[in-house]
C-alpha cells in the first residue's frame, strides 16, 4: 500500500438513484501517469472528484498516500474527519479543471499565492518568489500583474497548473484540461503537462488526446458506465483494445 | 491570400482613401422636440423664479443655518448606521438562508417575510412605543435565570436607537435578498477550486465568493443607501430631528413651510448626487478583472478629450499617431 498514491477498491457513488461509479478498482503508483479515456457520463470526472473529497463516496475503499480519504479508521469504525482535517487533506492534492476556474478578482500571481499564504501560511515573500519560479515554467513570466480575463484559455489553464502546483501538491488531478481550448492553445497546455510528468509528478488526467494518454502516459484506463472496462500500457490498449466497447469508443476518437 | 493584398495595394496608393464626404440626413423631428423640451422648461423656471410664495430670500437665509444642517448631519449619521446594520446583518440573513440547516434557514426566511412584509413607518412606531410592550429591559440567563443587567426601555430605547432599530433591521431583511442574489451569482466552479486548493468553506466565502458577489451586491445597494438617506425622512413621525424635522420645527414657529421644503429637497438632491457619483466609482472598483479595460472615469475621459483636441491643434503629432 506505500507504493501505490491512490488506491481505489470497489468504489461506488450515487447521485439519488442514479448509480454513477459502480465498483471502481485500481491503483496509482507514486510517479505514475494514468489517463483516463471513456464516453461522456461514464463517471470520470466524479471519481476524481471523489479522490480530493469533493464527493463522499458511498461503498467501497478510497486511499489517498496509504491514507482513507474524508474518514479515519479507528478499529473496525469509520468516523468522518472534519471540516479542517478535510480541508488539510485536499490542500495536498492538486486540480485542474476543464473550465480554468481562475479567481476573476485577483491577478495570476494573487491567484498562483492566495492559497499557499492563506491555507499554509507561506510567507507572502517566500509564496511570490515561488509562483514566480512556477510562472516562468509555464511560459508566464511577464502576465504576472495580468487579470484572467486578460489571458488566452491555454494561457489560463497554464496559470491554473501553476496555482496548484503552488500548494507542492504530492498528486494533481486534470479534468478534462484541453477540452475548452482552441486546437492551436492545446500544445502548450498539453507540454507543461508533459513536463510535469517528466519530473516525476503522480497524475490522474482525464483527457480525450489520445497523442498524450500515448506518450507521457503510463496506463490508460478505460471507463465505462461507472466500470473500468480495461486498463493497462497505453501503447497496447490503443493498439490492441480487448473489449468491444473500448475497440468502438477509440474508432470515435481516433 | 498576399495576392489580394497586393491589389488593394494597387487601388489605393495612398494607403488611405478618402474621407467619407456625404450630405447628413436631416431630421427635423429632433428640432421640433428640442424645441418644445426648452419651450417648458423655460415656462418652470419663469414661474419657479417669478413665484413670490417661493420665498427665495427665506430659502437661502435658512440653507446654512445651523438647526438645518444639525439636521442634515443627524440624517446623515441614521443613513450610516442604518445601513451599516442593514449591511452586516443582511450578509448574516443571506448565508444564513443558503445554510443546509432547515432551522437555521427558516430563521431568516421568517426574518424578511416579517420585516419585508409591514411598512417602515410602522416598524418605526413600533419601537418608538416598545417601552409600552415591554417596560422593562433585561439581559441575562433567560427563563428565571439570573440577571446580568437591566434597565427602563425608555431609557435604552432613546428616540434615536428606536430610529436606527426601525431603519436597521428593516433594510436588513432587503440587503438579505441582495446579498443572497449576489452569492448564487458566482459561478459554483469558483467554490469547488477554492475547496480542491484546501481552503475552507468560511475562507472560500470570504476571500472568493463575497467579493465577486461584490459586482452584483453593489450597485443595488447604492440604490438602498439613496432610498434609506430619504427614507430616514420618517423618522420625523417619532420627533427625532433629522433634516425633515428640523424643518418642520422651523415652521411649526414661522409658518414659512414651503421655503423650508424647498431647503429640505435642496439638500436631499444634493446628497443623492454626491452618493450617486460616489456609487459610480465603487462599482468600477469592483468591476476589476471582469471586463478587459476598465470604463474611463469621468476625469480621465476629459483629459483624453483634451489630449485629442491638443493633438489637433498640432497637425505633424496627430498625423504622426495615426499612422
Ligand atoms: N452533482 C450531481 N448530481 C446529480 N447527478 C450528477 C452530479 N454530478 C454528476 N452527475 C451525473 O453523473 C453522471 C456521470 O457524470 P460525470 O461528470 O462523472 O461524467 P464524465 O465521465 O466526467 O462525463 P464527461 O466526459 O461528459 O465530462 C452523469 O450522468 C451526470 O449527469
Ligand atoms: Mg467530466
Redesign the pocket.
Known sequence: MTESMVRAEGVHKR??R?E?LKGISLDVRAGEVMCLL??????????LRCINHLEKIDAGRLYVDGELVGYRQAGDTLHELRDGDVCRKRAEIGMVFQRFNLFPHMTVLENVTEAPVGVKGVRRADAIARAEELLARVGLQDKLRNYPAQLSGGQQQRVAIARALAMDPKLMLF??PTSALDPELVGDVLDAMRQLAADGMTMVV?THEIGFAREAGDTLVF?DGGVVVESGNPRDVLANPRHERTRSFLSKVL | MSGSADTQQARAPAGRPDDVKAVPVRHPGRWVSGAIVVLVGAIVVNSVATNPRFGWGTVGHYLFSSRILDGLRVTLELTVIAMAIGIVLGVALAVMRLSPNPLVKGASSFYIWFFRGTPVLVQLLFWSFIAALYPRLSFGIPFGGPELWHGSANAVITPFVAAILGLGLNEGAYMAEIVRAGIVSVDEGQTEAAQALGMTRLRTMRRIVLPQAMRVIIPPTGNETISMLKTSSLVSVIAYPELLYSAQLIYDVNYRQIPLLVVVSIWYLVLTTILSIGQYYVERRFGRGTARELPPTPLQRLRRNLAIRHAAVEPPAASEERR
Open positions: 447521485f439519488g442514479l454513477v471513456g464516453p461522456s457520463g461514464s463517471g470520470k470526472s466524479t471519481f479534468d478534462e482525464v471507463m
